[in-house]
């Protein structure tokens, strides 16, 4: 999986995805959810530190650049658990 930037606002609500040095803007309020990981499927112990089996997902609609008339792309992205950052899991979108 591709790791993308996710920048945010004060509030922590993302407002930025930077893919393949694009920038995307979002265009309507993210999804949150979190998903069950299935660590046994690819360690044969739970990871050291990694106390939780849960990981973030974010489904975004986004704009390429500030353009308001750019069609939207949905990006789901899920939360790297060792190091805190994102990435894109899946693109709804030929461009992205």
Known sequence: ????????????????????????????????????VNWWETSSRMPRGRGCVDVEVLQVQVRLGRNRKSPLATMVLERDGMGGGWRLRESLSATA
Request: hydrophobic content about 40%; aromatic content about 8%.
């Open 1 to 36: 999986m591709e790791h993308v930037i996710v920048r945010t606002d004060k509030a922590g609500i993302p407002t930025t995805v930077i893919s393949r040095g694009r920038e995307w803007c979002l265009g309507a309020e993210p999804v949150r959810w979190f998903e069950r």
